[in-house]
C-alpha cells in the first residue's frame, strides 16, 4: 500500500512538473545563431560611422553651436588637453558609442531578452523582447533602455532581424574620441536593426540611426563586426580604470607622472586649487 501511494504521487508530481517545463522552452531553431565573438570589420580609430573618418570628417549633422563645440574639443586636444570627450577618466561611453565595439562583443539570445555583452568597460547592454511597453518612467543610464522586436523578414518560419530601439539616455556621452557631440538634454533615441549578411553569416550588421537635438535631422551609420573563427575564443579583462594616469580635478584634466606626482596634461596648465591643503612647511 505504501508503494502504490508513493508511485501516485510520484506520478502527480510528473503531471504537475512537466507541462511547466514545457511551456518555458525556448526554441533555438526559430532564431538566427549569432553565437562566438565578434569583432569591428573597420581599420582605424573606433568611430559612429566606419565608412568615414572620424572627428570632421564623420560629416556629422550637427547644428551650428555642437559643430563649434566639436571645433574647440579637437583645438584643445591638439595642445593635449581631452577637450569633449568624457571617457578619459573611464566613465561609459554609453550609445552609441558602445556599438563602435571596441574590444569585442558577445550577443546571448534568451526567450525574453538578448545581451550584448561589450568587453570595453564591461558595458553590455539588455534589449527586452518580451512584449513589454514602455515603462511610465525610465531611470536614465548611460546605455538607455531598449526594447526590441524579433522579425521573420524572409517569411521563412525563423527569425533574422532584431529591431530596437533605446531611449532614456544620461550623459555626458560623445560618438567617439574626438568629442562629437551628443546634446546634453539626453534626450536621444536610437533606433536599430540588427541582422547577418546574407552572403556571409559571420558578418553581422548593424544599422544605426541617431535621433538627437544636436543634429539637424536624424544619422544613420552602418557598422559590421566580423565572427572570430575559435570554437573557443579568448576574452581578455578591459578595466579601464586600472593603470589610468589621467586625473580630472574641478573639471580640468590632469595627468599622474610615473612617480605618482601630479602634473599638466598640456602646456602652460595652472595647477588646481589648492584651498583645501594646509601651505607647505619649509
Partial sequence: MRERNWLAAAALAAITILPVGDAGAFDESKYPNWKGQWV????GAPRYDPSKPSGRGQQAPLKPEFQAFLEASLAEQKTGGQGGDPTYTCLSPGMPRIMNNY??????VTPDTTHIFMEHIHD???IYTDGRPWPAFIEPTF???SIGQWIDEGGTGRYSVLEIETRGLKGPRSYDNTGLP???DNQSVFKERIYQDKADPNILVVEITTIDNALTRPWTAIKTYRRAQNPRPVW???VCAENNAHVEIAGQGYMLSADGFL??????QAPPDLRYFAPTQN
Wanted: no cysteine; aromatic share 4%; glycine share 8%.
Fill in 124 to 126: 553590455s547592454r539588455r
Fill in 182 to 184: 551628443l546634446h546634453p
Fill in 263 to 268: 602634473m599638466p596634461a598640456k602646456k602652460d
Fill in 103 to 108: 574590444e569585442g562583443a558577445e550577443l546571448v
Fill in 40 to 43: 569591428r570589420t573597420d581599420a
Fill in 143 to 145: 546605455a538607455g533602455y
Fill in 236 to 238: 581578455r579583462e578591459s
